[in-house]
């Protein structure tokens, strides 16, 4: 068996986290082991630069600068040691995030950031050329102004939940346009749908890849 890397992807508000729990449990049922994390965060030190990103203001160099710093310290000590142990590492949230939220929402060089993600996210898995990626990526689609309303009673905003409706429009772009560079790692989730719509589309994405067959065969 061999591990699998799955990330969430979504504007704030999508209703990435209704559904990463079920997910995992999922896996778990289907009898493999999960790690459960998220970006930016899963790990002390990144969890600490999660604060920073969310509260302090910064310029956008500094801001991606931080995100690849977490990103990378989680790669290190979480991800890569979960998929050597041939686990399911789910993440909420990876680098098309950073294109996303960085690249078209702050509008930061899209090539700069194609060379930190390589910087990043090569040399720590076992091949040294090998840059990782999720091997599927589940991105929740919703128009920015539905997720501005589901968010508007939900909490005190962060940083990034506090930006204008324009700035969502701009990330959802940022995401389609990832989705268009990937294809094959992207499933496109309608997420303008009754959450039990949602998961059925979710769960219908792990069926046709055949991930909880494979699962229930190998722990069988
Ligand atoms: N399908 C849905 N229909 C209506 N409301 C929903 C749906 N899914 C989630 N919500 C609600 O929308 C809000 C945002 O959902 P959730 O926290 O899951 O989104 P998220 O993508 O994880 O957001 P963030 O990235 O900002 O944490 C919550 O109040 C949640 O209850
Ligand atoms: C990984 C990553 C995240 N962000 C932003 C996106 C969100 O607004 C927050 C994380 O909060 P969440 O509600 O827990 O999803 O951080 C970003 O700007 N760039 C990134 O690479």
Known sequence: MTG????????????????????????RD???????????????????????LLHDAMDPLTEALLVFAARRDHMVQVIEPALARAEVVVSDRFT?????????????????????????????????DFMREPD???WFDLPAAVAAQRLATARVPDRFEAQPQEFFAAVAAGYARRCEEAPQRFARIDAHQPREAVWQQVAQVLQQRGYLQQASGAAA
């Not at 799955?6 to 079920?22: L, P, Q, R, W, Y």
């Not at 289907?30 to 920073?52: I, Y």
């Not at 996303?100 to 950031?113: H, I, P, T, V």
Request: with cysteine; proline share 4%; glycine share 12%.
């Open 30 to 52: 289907a009898g493999r082991s999960v790690t459960l994390t998220r970006e930016p965060g899963g790990t002390p030190l990144a969890e600490k630069l999660r604060q920073l």
């Open 136 to 138: 599927l990526t589940i």
């Open 96 to 128: 098309d995030a950073t294109f996303a939220y960085q690249g078209a929402g702050r509008g930061f060089d899209w090539n700069k950031l194609q060379i930190l993600e390589r910087m990043a996210q090569t040399g720590c898995a076992l091949e040294p």
């Open 4 to 27: 699998l890397f799955i990330s969430f992807e979504g504007i704030d508000g999508a209703g990435k986290s209704s559904h990463i729990e079920a997910l995992a449990q999922a896996f």
